[in-house]
């Protein structure tokens, strides 16, 4: 189990184990380390080895009507394809099992969330043909998890959905136009959906184990840069492409249409790392993403670190009708 004492212990340890794709051999006997986008010391351990943070593969669902357990603010991925009943993953489980693989609508997916960069996308599984089954590598990128595939154990960096070590590196999966929201947005809206059921794992669902981390000052196990024109590292941005919003911009407007999209912005979500019960964290409100014809968009909210990390030249939407680069 991650969780920041754990990861304290094993700070040292990361850089230690960094660039040394010689063990990585022996946890990853099939992955081509000779294909790679991306430098090896830019990857260290995260502590936990392979799988020792448990994906989840074809979880069970209930009701919207019988669940009770998730706290009206408890933060949920939500989940609407086109052709099937829409599915809330609450984050008090992903938090502990970081990606599920799913099916929705016939439709391979994997809901994944970093809890060290808050972001939570949702891909296509499909890759030229085949469908990939995704697992924890126990290594970070820039403070964000590293993926793998048990087909070919090629390792994908999920805050890009890129494939950067073995036979598929360079190439991007598919981002699926999913959100999130509280638990009581999701069933208000969808009465007869589904929700993801509480695994059958020992874990403490509904605790945070990284109590405080989304106030801290510095991120856990990043080296890089801090984000420019003085924004936090741990400040939360509304990703859309190589774009990044401030959320403090949006939540204080409410709305933003800019660059093609429009941005909303509404409370009642809790943060899922600020107090040790998900539920009771500080209101941090919930986004939606639209294109002019209002159709949902792909998109991220995640730490501004994380953003500046893997879009070192992207635009920050600081003003109306401005951005800067990095």
């Not at 991650?2 to 304290?8: S, T």
């Not at 949006?250 to 409370?267: C, F, K, N, R, Y």
Request: proline share 7%.
């Amino acid at each position: 189990m991650r969780h920041l004492a754990f990861i304290a212990a094993f700070a040292c340890f990361g850089s230690v184990a960094s660039a040394n794709p010689d063990a990585w051999r022996q946890e990853f006997p099939r992955t081509d380390f000779s294909r790679s986008s991306v430098a090896f010391d830019e990857i260290i351990s995260g502590g936990p080895p392979r799988d020792g943070i448990p994906a989840l593969t074809g979880p069970d669902f209930i009701d919207v009507a019988y669940e009770d357990r998730l706290d009206p603010r408890e933060p949920v991925v939500s989940v609407e394809l086109d052709g099937a009943v829409p599915r809330a993953y609450p984050i008090r489980y992903l938090t502990w099992h970081e990606i599920v693989n799913d099916r929705v609508a016939d439709v391979p997916i994997a809901v994944t969330f970093c809890p060290l960069c808050n972001s939570a996308l949702t891909f296509d599984r499909r890759v030229a043909g085949q469908v990939l089954t995704f697992g924890v590598t126990g290594k970070l990128r820039h403070s964000d998890m590293v993926m793998y595939d048990r087909e070919t154990e090629t390792w994908w960096q999920q805050a890009l959905g890129q494939g950067i070590v073995g036979q598929h590196f360079g190439v991007d999966l598919v981002t699926l136009p999913t959100w999130m929201e509280s638990w009581e947005s999701f069933r208000s809206r969808n009465p007869d959906g589904l929700v993801m059921d509480e695994p059958d794992w020992r874990r403490a669902y509904g605790r945070n184990p990284y109590v405080g981390y989304d106030s801290a000052r510095k991120p856990f196990l990043y080296s890089g840069e801090d984000p420019p024109h003085g924004i936090p590292a741990l400040a939360r941005v509304v990703r859309v492409g190589d774009r990044a919003w401030p959320l403090t911009r949006l939540a204080e407007a409410g709305q933003i249409s800019e660059a093609g999209v429009t941005l909303s912005w509404a409370p009642g979500k809790a943060s899922a790392l600020d107090t040790r019960q998900i539920g009771a964290g500080r209101d941090v409100g919930q986004v939606r993403v639209r294109d002019s014809e209002g159709r949902d968009l792909a998109h991220d909210v995640m730490f501004a670190f994380a953003f500046h990390a893997f879009w070192p030249d992207g635009d920050w939407m600081l003003e109306d009708n401005s951005s800067a680069k990095n």
